[in-house]
């Protein structure tokens, strides 16, 4: 594995290593105090950037493996291409861009940090995201999402954009929401009654969603050299859940 | 089959990583590659499989032999080796017959003897009977009539190669590298509830159609049952089996084309139904009703192959992966986008499509991106 230090840059090829490899080195890197680390010529290593928890910039150029910063806790990950299913994990703390689309269940179970991609993402985004006190998780996509956005969802903000759909295209996801029970999702552009899931209602937005929509969105358009503006123009719609246990009664007899 | 040698996990390792993987590509313009890009994008996803599977299918393979059936044979015993060259010698006229090469390899262990056999039906059929009939009823005879053996491949100018190992193991056992073709599929295996064994290793076939499989097919004994009704005989214990003897009877029996069998395979639902226009839901009614039967429960992705045609096909809320990529007339489907980097950087495209939607790659048609895509490019209305 080839490496050479550059004003506390560190850089790697990952070309033919092994993901158990990259993530033992990323691990002796960042409790080294390296604050920038970058990884060339990843082809599809699993886990990168699990289990650090320190804040150290990671900027990946390539396609990473699955379950990217899985259980990741601090660092910022910068992928320069596509993430493939499971990106952001279980993930507690900090944040992954994505330069790119992004897979299925993107950001499942995550308990914090944030997650913004640039284009579509998979089946699932969001599913059984959750939030407890400060702890919680921001997913934006610019894009638009495959079917089940926002599954068994239990906390957490998701936003889908939409912005490569036409004024009159409908978003393409059907199930929006199925299971949901905490959390919200704001959906920007049209979609039928049909598309959603029977735990969600559809509700206007208020001072305090515009709010929160200024924040992040804001943060999505300064990754990806947007104008917030602009996205925020259009109408946008929340989703929220109906109940806490919607399916309380199926399972107690 | 009887006799099988059925070999749980010789490797004795405890990994988790549950998943197959499956890639394909093709040269929609009929232009022949070597196995070296497949063998190095299917090993870069080896973490997706345990080593109790591997295989390959090629087509353009044998030009030389292009108008013979290409029966190639696992052999478990010597007795079973006679029995079934006396049963080809007695039905077939053999152009020519083989040991298939092998090579030393780690990894590969207690392989069985694998012969091929260029085979032409002339006089030996039934005047009713179709060529292509009479082979796939020919191979169901051996695979249930005769002992320690089994036909695991049977088109023109296509072949199978598949074992117990990892599939890049497997390619350097068969010594794939030295072999070219348009169509390319491979398979790395992670049995779930099916023994790991040489005969149970993908690709599964029937004449030229080939199947790869990544999931479970939980409605296998209805499918079963119905194909068997049309003489189809299930021998290898693997669910896969059941779609490479659905498409057969669907497009080449039935004659319908591949999208419409896609249909069939992963249907949509029925209130997605009742939103289509009047014609398309008749059919797609029509369809659920005629071949209810063979609508494949369960969560999958498969690449299905025959000559000219290769197709990528998930369930329909896609519980499996599956990535497509583009560049100039090379089609790619894989478990994963990096493996198709991997071997072409530079791609035109890559996109994932919708659960239940077919990609379909055609000799002499340049594959064109689906317009319900993933990663578009963000248009000007961000602005």
């Known amino acids: 594995m080839a490496q050479k230090e550059t004003n506390r840059v560190m850089k790697i090829d990952a070309s033919g290593v092994s993901y158990r490899e990259l993530n033992a080195r990323l691990r002796d890197m960042t409790s080294n105090g390296t604050s920038k680390i970058e990884l060339r010529n990843v082809y599809g290593q699993r886990y990168i950037g699990t289990d650090l928890g320190k804040p150290v910039n990671i900027e990946v150029f390539g396609t990473p493996g699955n379950d990217l910063g899985a259980f990741m806790d601090g660092p910022r990950i910068t992928v320069h291409g596509n993430a493939q299913d499971g990106c ?52 934006v996509i610019g894009g638009t999402a495959q079917d089940f956005p926002g599954e068994y969802m239990a906390g957490g903000i998701l936003i889908l954009l939409g912005l490569n759909l036409t004024e009159e295209e409908r978003h393409k996801a059907k199930f929006i929401g199925t299971g949901m029970h905490g959390g919200v999702i704001y959906l920007r552009g049209i979609i039928e009654d049909y598309q959603l899931g029977k735990e969600v209602g559809v509700a206007e937005l208020e001072e305090k969603d515009y709010q929160i929509l200024q924040k992040f969105v804001g943060e999505f358009a300064a990754h990806f050299g947007y104008k917030a503006k602009g996205i925020l123009k259009h109408n946008f719609i929340k989703l929220f859940p109906r109940w806490l246990r919607p399916y309380g009664r199926l399972f107690a007899y | ?100 090469p ?6 590969i262990i207690q ?25 796939a009823d020919r191979v169901m005879e051996i695979n249930t009539r005769l002992g320690d053996a089994f036909v695991f491949s049977s088109g023109k100018d296509m072949a199978v190669f598949k074992g117990m190992g990892y599939p890049e193991e497997i390619a350097a056992y068969f010594c794939l590298e030295q072999y070219q073709g348009y169509l390319w599929t491979a398979h790395g295996r992670f049995p779930t509830n099916t023994p790991g064994w040489w005969g149970g290793a993908h690709p599964f076939g029937l004449l030229d159609w080939t199947v790869v499989h990544n999931g479970e097919i939980s409605s296998y004994g209805i ?22 003897y659905a498409v057969d009877l669907l497009v080449r029996k039935h004659g319908l084309p591949i999208e419409i069998a896609a249909r069939v395979l992963a249907p949509p639902f029925w209130n997605d139904i009742e939103r289509c226009p009047p014609g398309e839901q008749k059919l797609l009614r029509t369809l659920r009703q005629v071949y209810g039967s063979l609508l494949l429960n369960g969560p999958f992705t498969v690449i299905i192959a025959h000559h000219g045609e290769m197709i990528g096909l998930t369930d329909r809320v896609r519980l499996r992966p599956l990535t497509v990529g583009v560049k100039g007339d090379m089609l790619y489907l894989s478990s994963e986008e990096s493996a198709i980097r991997l071997i072409c950087p530079d791609l035109d495209r890559a996109w994932i499509p919708m659960g239940g939607e077919p990609i379909v790659g055609r000799l002499g048609t340049s594959p064109q991106p689906q317009p319900v895509t993933i990663g578009e490019e963000v248009t000007s209305d961000a602005n």
């Open chain 1, 88 to 139: 952001g994990n279980t993930m507690n703390e900090g944040e992954i861009i994505v330069h790119g689309h992004a897979g299925d269940i993107l950001g499942l179970s995550a308990r914090g940090g944030r997650i913004f991609v640039r284009d579509d993402v998979g089946y699932r985004a969001g599913i059984h995201m959750k939030e407890y006190g400060n702890k919680k998780p921001v997913v």
């Open chain 2, 1 to 100: 089959m009887r006799d099988i040698g059925q070999v749980n996990n010789p490797y004795h390792d405890d990994k988790v990583i549950d998943a197959c993987s499956l890639f394909g590509v093709m040269d929609t313009s009929g232009g022949r590659f070597s196995g070296e890009g497949i063998i190095r994008a299917i090993a870069n996803m080896h973490v997706r499989g345990n080593g109790l599977g591997g295989g390959f299918a090629i087509y353009g393979l044998y030009p030389k032999y292009a108008d013979f059936y290409a029966l190639h044979v696992m052999y478990l015993s010597r007795e079973g080796q006679r029995e079934v060259e006396a049963f080809l010698k007695d039905r077939f006229d053999l152009a020519y017959a083989e040991e298939v």
């Open chain 2, 102 to 107: 092998t090579r030393l390899t780690s990894g």
């Open chain 2, 111 to 135: 392989p069985p003897a694998v012969w091929r056999y260029f085979l032409g039906v002339g006089r030996h059929k039934p005047e009713e009977q179709s060529e292509d009939n009479y082979v």
């Open chain 2, 223 to 244: 499918n079963r049952r119905y194909l068997e009704q049309f003489g189809y005989r299930c021998t290898l214990q693997t669910d896969t089996e059941v779609v490479a």
